[in-house]
Structure formats: structure tokens, C-alpha cells
């Protein structure tokens, strides 16, 4: 049993609106969007390289801005992080690339148009709101859809389906009469299946999704694609369901489950979770036992903490596990007592008493109220001036003790930055430097084809977490892409494997000597040229020049509000 740190990431679907006086196709936001983001890698005179709009980019700061769909449904993928509290960093910092490109892309439309982007929204035919990747050993993965299928029925499929109780969005929909309620998620209404390899079947969905593709080394990793669990606005939910997550992830490689949790109908299940504001709704279980999707919650909650945290087996692979695990029990005792009393931490509750506080300040009288409707879509907005949120119009709702789980500063680090603990630190850095590419993956680089060596041949980052500043910044920062290639391999090699990678040593010591040249000849005073220099500018022998870096996305640190 191979345990391993619980690497993290969300992708976040983005459906933007163009606010034109003449019609305009849906995909033209999303494309103007990525074509304005000031963090796409630069050719050499410092200009943006062209768009490859059918794949979207990878950004210098190893995310990726793409359009999902042929509709042009915008998405943005965070990085790749190993802890909670810096993926919710990362997805803040996500939005906050999304909405300055968005502002770019409407000075460059001079005056033409606006553009809104949403976190979340639906309607009667779609549903969109994000994935959460996470990584697990491949052991675990085969095991889990075969051997020991039971973990998924124990643990997976119950914490999965009654998750919208906890981390639902929030959202209005129109009932069969005609009549708007509110209900915690709306996307739970679109599963209905229990498992299949599709993401966007309409009301078909799988609560859990089979699609197996590593984006690593598949023989050593796997990808566990989850698309049932709602998107964040509140940093809190967004922390303590990535951190749940990572913890229901470590449980599953340490083949542990609790007992008696087996749902009738997870299908029924998630639809109840996502539907009941009162909390008071009951599922059925195979046991014949009926409890809340709450209860259900807090058993999987409590089962973590006794056999992981508490024995002190969960913090080398989730960092802040005893604090994720008592923000989550807290939250459940809050939200049993009152559901109001987790406000500014749940993202449903904090949405409803919003609203609900609109309409006793006048702004509508009813849920199908415009004005209404328009706040609700507005808690969704990542321009955050605009959204309720964050401008100052929640500091009215009760907190459970809400601490504040991510600073300002985290968050505009990770805005122009990688992290520097994974493989994104690697490609962000990559692409800073030698931008011109054929593709881009998360797990691989292909190079354009410029010079004898380089020729459709590709960087490999098969490995998420041992590349990283620390194993390779000398390297990526320094080396030419042979020498980053050749330690990119060493590094990414997995004891056990047949053949081991070669090469590490000597990229490394390459980089060395000629940093050892350079500091000779600026001890010379400029007399002479190290053989690195004659051959011409770092980064140009085979076939690739170090680009000039691209422009930066502007943030403020000055200003840390409570509510951020």
C-alpha cells in the first residue's frame, strides 16, 4: 500500500456573457477573454504569441485558461497544490486572473461591449460549476473500481452525494408550478447516475465519474475526476472541501471505510442534499436506517479524525489535516443547531441570508423577483467589486467563528507565481522561458520544431509533486532545454521502476560550469566571452531562445478585509 501526498486541483467552468447592443456568438467572450490574459506566454519582443483558441493556454503561472466546449464555456484550471489552504489560494487567484483578463478584454473592444463572468450558474438543460482532481496511486485506483468496490460504496459515494448539505453553491429554480425557491444546489438536481465515464450528460451525470486519465505517470499515478461537488465563492468551502477531499482520498489508499454507511439510492440521496434548506430531509440506507445527509456528513467526519487524524497518520500527506477536520465537525454542530450560524463560512447559507436580507431592505419581495434573481447571479461574479460577498454587504451575517483561512498576500502570490511545492512551479517556469510550443499538457512540453535536436521531441512532467523549485529551479532557470529535459527525467524517476532515468547529475553540472564561466569573464571585466555566451543568448542552442517574460496581472496587497 503506497500512500501519497494528496495533490490537489479544481477546474472552474466560467460561462461568460457578452453585454452587446448587436448579437454576438456565446464563445466570443471566452475567446476575447484568453486572448486579453496579460499571462499568456510572450514571443521575444515581448508580444503575446498567437492564440491557439481550440486548446486554449497554459499560463506562466502553470495554470491553464481554456474553452471548454464548442458553445466557448470558459474554464480556468488551478494548480496543482499540496495542501487545502493553497488550493483555496489558488482558486481565489484563478478568478482574479479571469476577471483582469476580462477587464483587458473590454478596453481592447473599446467601449463595444461588457462581459460578465460567473462562477456557477444553470438552467432547465445545463449546470456548470467545476471538477476537483486529486491525486491517488494507481493501486488504489484499480483496487477502488475493482477488488475493493466497497470503498466506493462505504466512503466515496456517501461522502459524494450528501456533500451539497455542506458545500453547495446556492442557487433559485423554477419549480414545475412556476414558482422560485431556494434550494443548496441546484447542480445536484443534474446527477442521475452512480457511475459512468461522462461529465456533461444533462440530468444524466455520474456522481462519480470513471474517466481514467493520469495526466502523470500512469503506471505509478491516477487522477480520481470528481464533478458532482459544487464550486466556491467562500474561501472557508473552498478549504475545508478540498481538505475533506484530500482526507477521504488518504482513507481510501489506507483501505479504510466506515462501517454501515451504504446509501439505498445515492442518486435520491444527492437530490435531497441539494434540495433541503431545512436540513431535516432524511435518506434511506442499504441497512434499512434512515438518517440525514448532516448525519451521514458528520459519521464520515468523525470516522476520519478517530482513525487517520487523531493517530497522527494523516499530516505527512495532508497538511492542516486536525484543523480541516475540526472547521468541518464545528460547521455540521453550527449548521445542526442553526444553518444560519455557519453563514460567511457555507456558501448556500451565506447566499440565502444575503437575499433574504435584500428583500427585507426592499430590493424585492419575493424569490422571482428581479432584482433578486440579479443578486443571486451576482454572488457568482468574479469581479469581486460587483459581488456581494466580497464588497462589504455580508459583514451583517453571524459568523461561527469565522476565521480567515487565506490572506490577500496568498492569494496575489499565486496570481503572476506558481507554487513552488509542485510541478506547476516547473512548467509555469518552462513556458516563461521558452514559450514557443507545438502543446502543452500538464504532464508534457512539446517544442516547435526550430533546430535538429528539438524537433517534435517533448519535456516530460510525468511526475506531480518531486518536480518542483527545489528539485529543479537551478536547472529550469539556467539550463538550455536539453539540459532541463535531461533533469526533468532524472528527477521524475519512481524507485521500482525497470530502467532507471539517467542524466540529472550531469544537466545539473553543465549549468554549474557555466555559471562558473560567466562569473570568470565578470571578474576579467567583460575581456573575454564564456563558450555558453559565444553560442548566443541562454536558452537559444537547440533551436529555442528564452522569450522575453510576459506582462504581469495587477494586484493590490495593501488592503486585507476580514471577508477575503
Same mark, same amino acid.
Given at each position: 500500500?503506497?500512500?501519497?501526498?494528496?495533490?490537489?486541483?479544481?477546474?472552474?467552468?466560467?460561462?461568460?456573457?457578452?453585454?452587446?447592443?448587436?448579437?454576438?456568438?456565446?464563445?466570443?467572450?471566452?475567446?476575447?477573454?484568453?486572448?486579453?490574459?496579460?499571462?499568456?506566454?510572450?514571443?521575444?519582443?515581448?508580444?503575446?504569441?498567437?492564440?491557439?483558441?481550440?486548446?486554449?493556454?497554459?499560463?506562466?503561472?502553470?495554470?491553464?485558461?481554456?474553452?471548454?466546449?464548442?458553445?466557448?464555456?470558459?474554464?480556468?484550471?488551478?494548480?496543482?497544490?499540496?495542501?487545502?489552504?493553497?488550493?483555496?489560494?489558488?482558486?481565489?487567484?484563478?478568478?482574479?486572473?479571469?476577471?483582469?483578463?476580462?477587464?483587458?478584454?473590454?478596453?481592447?473592444?473599446?467601449?463595444?461591449?461588457?462581459?460578465?463572468?460567473?462562477?456557477?450558474?444553470?438552467?432547465?438543460?445545463?449546470?456548470?460549476?467545476?471538477?476537483?482532481?486529486?491525486?491517488?496511486?494507481?493501486?488504489?485506483?484499480?483496487?477502488?473500481?475493482?477488488?475493493?468496490?466497497?470503498?466506493?460504496?462505504?466512503?466515496?459515494?456517501?461522502?459524494?452525494?450528501?456533500?451539497?448539505?455542506?458545500?453547495?453553491?446556492?442557487?433559485?429554480?423554477?419549480?414545475?408550478?412556476?414558482?422560485?425557491?431556494?434550494?443548496?444546489?441546484?447542480?445536484a438536481g443534474f446527477f442521475g447516475d452512480l457511475m459512468h465515464h461522462g461529465t456533461t450528460q444533462g440530468r444524466r451525470r455520474p456522481i462519480v465519474n470513471l474517466r481514467d486519465e493520469a495526466l502523470a505517470?500512469?503506471?505509478?499515478?491516477?487522477?480520481?475526476?470528481?464533478?458532482?461537488?459544487?464550486?466556491?465563492?467562500?474561501?472557508?468551502?473552498?478549504?475545508?472541501?478540498?481538505?475533506?477531499?484530500?482526507?477521504?482520498?488518504?482513507?481510501?489508499?489506507?483501505?479504510?471505510?466506515?462501517?454501515?454507511?451504504?446509501?439505498?439510492?445515492p442518486v435520491a440521496a444527492i437530490k435531497v442534499a441539494g434540495s433541503d434548506c431545512s436540513l431535516t430531509r432524511k435518506v434511506r440506507l442499504a441497512s434499512g436506517d434512515s438518517v440525514t445527509p448532516l448525519?451521514?456528513?458528520?459519521?464520515?467526519?468523525?470516522?476520519?479524525?478517530d482513525r487517520i487524524v487523531e493517530p497522527g497518520d494523516a499530516e505527512p500527506y495532508v497538511p492542516e489535516a486536525e484543523a480541516i477536520v475540526t472547521a468541518w465537525l464545528e460547521t455540521l454542530d453550527a449548521?445542526?443547531?442553526?444553518?444560519?450560524?455557519?453563514?460567511?463560512?457555507?456558501?448556500?447559507?451565506?447566499?440565502?441570508?444575503?437575499?433574504?436580507?435584500?428583500?427585507?431592505?426592499?430590493?424585492?419581495?419575493?424569490?422571482?423577483?428581479?432584482?433578486?434573481?440579479?443578486?443571486?447571479?451576482?454572488?457568482?461574479?468574479?469581479?469581486?467589486?460587483?459581488?456581494?460577498?466580497?464588497? !462589504?454587504?455580508?459583514?451583517?451575517?453571524? @459568523?461561527?467563528? &469565522?476565521? =480567515?483561512? +487565506?490572506? #490577500?498576500?496568498?492569494?496575489?502570490?499565486?496570481?503572476?507565481?506558481?507554487?513552488?511545492?509542485?510541478?506547476?512551479?516547473?512548467?509555469?517556469?518552462?513556458?516563461?522561458?521558452?514559450?514557443?510550443?507545438?502543446?502543452?499538457?500538464?504532464?508534457?512540453?512539446?517544442?516547435?520544431?526550430?533546430?535538429?535536436?528539438?524537433?517534435?521531441?517533448?519535456?516530460?512532467?510525468?511526475?506531480?509533486?518531486?518536480?518542483?523549485?527545489?528539485?529543479?529551479?537551478?536547472?529550469?532557470?539556467?539550463?538550455?532545454?536539453?539540459?532541463?529535459?535531461?533533469?526533468?527525467?532524472?528527477?521524475?524517476?519512481?524507485?521500482?521502476?525497470?530502467?532507471?532515468?539517467?542524466?540529472?547529475?550531469?544537466?545539473?553540472?553543465?549549468?554549474?560550469?557555466?555559471?562558473?564561466?560567466?562569473?570568470?569573464?565578470?571578474?576579467?571585466?567583460?575581456?573575454?566571452?564564456?563558450?555558453?555566451?559565444?553560442?548566443?543568448?541562454? !536558452?537559444?542552442?537547440?533551436?529555442?531562445? @528564452?522569450?522575453? &517574460?510576459? =506582462?504581469? +496581472?495587477? #494586484?493590490?496587497?495593501?488592503?486585507?478585509?476580514?471577508?477575503?
Amino acid at each position: 500500500m503506497k500512500l501519497l501526498p494528496k495533490i490537489v486541483g479544481w477546474e472552474s467552468e466560467l460561462p461568460a456573457i457578452t453585454l452587446a447592443d448587436v448579437p454576438v456568438a456565446d464563445s466570443f467572450a471566452t475567446h476575447s477573454i484568453i486572448a486579453a490574459c496579460p499571462l499568456r506566454p510572450t514571443a521575444a519582443d515581448g508580444h503575446p504569441l498567437p492564440v491557439r483558441s481550440h486548446r486554449g493556454e497554459f499560463l506562466v503561472n502553470g495554470c491553464r485558461l481554456y474553452p471548454e466546449n464548442e458553445q466557448g464555456l470558459l474554464e480556468i484550471s488551478t494548480h496543482e497544490q499540496l495542501s487545502a489552504r493553497g488550493a483555496a489560494a489558488s482558486l481565489l487567484a484563478g478568478f482574479h486572473v479571469v476577471n483582469q483578463s476580462r477587464r483587458l478584454a473590454e478596453e481592447a473592444g473599446d467601449g463595444e461591449f461588457e462581459i460578465e463572468v460567473l462562477v456557477s450558474s444553470a438552467n432547465e438543460l445545463s449546470s456548470w460549476g467545476g471538477h476537483l482532481n486529486l491525486l491517488l496511486s494507481r493501486e488504489t485506483f484499480d483496487d477502488m473500481f475493482g477488488a475493493r468496490q466497497h470503498l466506493l460504496f462505504q466512503l466515496l459515494i456517501p461522502f459524494l452525494a450528501t456533500a451539497p448539505t455542506l458545500f453547495g453553491f446556492g442557487d433559485l429554480i423554477e419549480q414545475p408550478d412556476g414558482k422560485v425557491r431556494f434550494v443548496p444546489s441546484s447542480r445536484a438536481g443534474f446527477f442521475g447516475d452512480l457511475m459512468h465515464h461522462g461529465t456533461t450528460q444533462g440530468r444524466r451525470r455520474p456522481i462519480v465519474n470513471l474517466r481514467d486519465e493520469a495526466l502523470a505517470d500512469k503506471l505509478h499515478f491516477a487522477r480520481l475526476h470528481t464533478i458532482s461537488l459544487d464550486p466556491s465563492m467562500s474561501p472557508w468551502a473552498a478549504w475545508v472541501k478540498f481538505g475533506a477531499m484530500q482526507l477521504v482520498g488518504l482513507a481510501l489508499e489506507m483501505r479504510l471505510a466506515p462501517q454501515n454507511l451504504i446509501l439505498d439510492n445515492p442518486v435520491a440521496a444527492i437530490k435531497v442534499a441539494g434540495s433541503d434548506c431545512s436540513l431535516t430531509r432524511k435518506v434511506r440506507l442499504a441497512s434499512g436506517d434512515s438518517v440525514t445527509p448532516l448525519q451521514v456528513q458528520r459519521t464520515i467526519a468523525e470516522f476520519i479524525r478517530d482513525r487517520i487524524v487523531e493517530p497522527g497518520d494523516a499530516e505527512p500527506y495532508v497538511p492542516e489535516a486536525e484543523a480541516i477536520v475540526t472547521a468541518w465537525l464545528e460547521t455540521l454542530d453550527a449548521m445542526a443547531q442553526d444553518p444560519a450560524l455557519a453563514g460567511r463560512r457555507v456558501d448556500w447559507v451565506t447566499k440565502k441570508l444575503l437575499l433574504e436580507h435584500a428583500m427585507d431592505e426592499g430590493d424585492g419581495t419575493d424569490w422571482d423577483d428581479e432584482e433578486i434573481k440579479y443578486l443571486a447571479l451576482m454572488y457568482g461574479s468574479v469581479d469581486f467589486k460587483a459581488n456581494p460577498f466580497f464588497d !462589504g454587504r455580508a459583514s451583517f451575517i453571524p @459568523a461561527a467563528g &469565522a476565521e =480567515r483561512v +487565506v490572506t #490577500v498576500r496568498e492569494v496575489a502570490a499565486l496570481v503572476n507565481e506558481p507554487p513552488p511545492d509542485t510541478r506547476a512551479w516547473v512548467r509555469g517556469r518552462i513556458l516563461r522561458r521558452f514559450p514557443d510550443i507545438t502543446s502543452a499538457d500538464w504532464h508534457r512540453i512539446k517544442f516547435r520544431s526550430k533546430g535538429r535536436q528539438w524537433g517534435g521531441q517533448e519535456i516530460e512532467l510525468s511526475h506531480p509533486y518531486r518536480l518542483n523549485e527545489e528539485t529543479c529551479g537551478e536547472v529550469v532557470e539556467n539550463g538550455t532545454l536539453e539540459e532541463i529535459a535531461d533533469h526533468v527525467e532524472g528527477v521524475c524517476w519512481e524507485p521500482g521502476a525497470s530502467v532507471r532515468r539517467v542524466g540529472t547529475g550531469a544537466s545539473t553540472r553543465a549549468v554549474t560550469k557555466r555559471k562558473a564561466e560567466a562569473k570568470h569573464d565578470a571578474d576579467r571585466g567583460g575581456q573575454g566571452q564564456s563558450k555558453r555566451q559565444q553560442s548566443g543568448a541562454r !536558452g537559444e542552442s537547440h533551436g529555442q531562445r @528564452a522569450h522575453a &517574460a510576459p =506582462r504581469s +496581472v495587477a #494586484v493590490s496587497t495593501t488592503e486585507e478585509r476580514e471577508d477575503e
